[in-house]
Each structure stands twice: as C-alpha cells, then as structure tokens.
C-alpha cells in the first residue's frame, strides 16, 4: 500500500537554527498537510497545501514557518530560527481530495537543544 | 469551533475483554468522524471513518457508530489482544474548507496477557 515517508525520523537541531523537514506523500495525492505533537500533548494542526499554495494554517504557523512544495514529489516544512518549544513531532499527511481521509507519515521527531 | 474530548488513559485491559473508548465532539458543521490509532515507534493509522449519522465503521475488529444524536463516536472491540496495544485517536474534519482533521489527547491502551 503507498504510503507518506518522512525524513529524517530524528531530527537534533540548536536553538536558533534552521530546519527543513521533508516529506514525500502518496504520488497521486493533491491535499497536503503537516501536523506536530508536542511530548503528551494532542496532535494540532498547523497547515494545509493545495495548488501550490497553503489554503489554511493555524494560529501556530507564525513566520517562522513556511512550506514548500519544490518539486512534483517533496513537501517540506521550514522553520526558519528554532526555538526550543519547536520540539515536537512533525507530521505529514496526503490526501487525494479534500473530502478524503488523510494519510500519515510516520513523523520527525525534533529537539531543539 | 471544532472539537473532540476523549476518555482519559491509560487504559488497562486483558487480553480478551471488551474495549470502549468514550469519544464525544463539537463541530460548527456537519463533520467526519475518524478514529485513528498510533502503535509505539510508529505513525498515525487511519482505523476507521463514518460519514454521516448512523454510520458504522469498522476494521481488524474494532467498531464505532456515528451518533449524531448524542455527538458520540465511541469505539469498542469485543475481545482485544496484545497486538491491540496503542494510542487511540478520535478525529473530525469539516466537510467544508480543505479538511482540518482536529484530534482528541489520545487514549493509551495496554493489553496484558
């Protein structure tokens, strides 16, 4: 069954830093999404994709996010200077439509130190 | 807004007994219903979805009825095993806009033999 894969699993950045997380979801899919899951906290939202560009982002997709869609098979996530609260796991999702039920990466896992 | 609330963890079972995690939601809309299910060291797996009210959705043995009625969409198994030991998500997304899935805190679930 495709699957989305994410890279890296593990991911170990300085506070202020740049990070790029990268994703490739399913090839036929056109809705693209990226959630994060702080350590014991529920999985929040924080953007969606959809004809190269974003079509809805939450409160905590500030401007030090940002997404990009670089070519016909990657979606990444930027976060432009880290902060340590940044240390979450990311995930991706795909979908085919918008109606259709996404699909999950298996998640990078960030800490900012 | 959207929300969902579920039964806190965790949750410790036999193999072999009956599971039900309580899950109620709040919606502007009229939403979908997912549960998805998160085994350790991995990602989010879609479990099982129903879309409209008195759906029930069902895989590897697990159900979930869609109750508009009481805003529920508790998911139970009749006899769990080991194997079912995860994190249990309960979801909506909108049917409008491009789809936002909104998770609840999860639910542990422990099988001991």
């Known amino acids: 069954e495709p699957e989305v894969t994410q890279t890296p699993s593990h991911q170990v950045t300085q506070m202020g830093q740049e990070v790029i997380l990268r994703c490739v979801p399913i090839?036929?899919?056109?809705?693209f999404y990226w959630y994060r899951q702080i350590l014991g906290q529920k999985v929040e939202f924080l953007v969606s994709?959809?004809?190269?560009?974003?079509?809805?982002k939450s409160e905590i997709f500030d401007d030090q996010f940002s997404v990009e869609r670089p070519d016909g098979s990657n979606f990444t996530l930027k976060i432009r200077s880290t902060k340590l609260e940044d240390s979450a796991m990311y995930f991706c999702?795909?979908?085919?439509?918008?109606?259709?039920?996404?699909?999950f990466g298996d998640g990078t896992r960030l800490s900012i130190l | 807004g959207n929300s969902v609330t579920q039964m806190e963890g965790p949750v410790t079972l036999s193999e072999e007994a009956f599971l039900t995690i309580n899950c109620t939601y709040t919606?502007?809309?009229?939403?979908?219903l997912f549960w998805y299910v998160q085994y350790p060291g991995e990602g989010l797996q879609l479990l099982l979805k129903?879309?409209?009210?008195?759906d029930k959705g069902s895989n590897k043995g697990f159900e979930a009825t869609y109750r508009k009625e009481t805003t529920s969409f508790h998911l139970e198994k009749g006899s769990v095993q080991v194997s079912d030991s995860a994190v249990y998500f309960c979801?909506?997304?909108?049917?409008?806009?491009?789809?936002?899935?909104?998770f609840g805190t999860g639910t542990k679930l422990q099988v001991i033999p």
């Open positions: 979801a909506l997304s909108d049917r409008r806009g491009y789809q936002k899935v909104t």
């Open positions: 129903a879309t409209k009210a008195d």
């Open positions: 999702a795909s979908s085919e439509e918008g109606a259709q039920p996404q699909h």
């Open positions: 090839s036929n899919h056109l809705y």
């Open positions: 994709f959809y004809n190269n560009e974003i079509s809805e």
């Open positions: 919606a502007t809309g009229y939403p979908s």
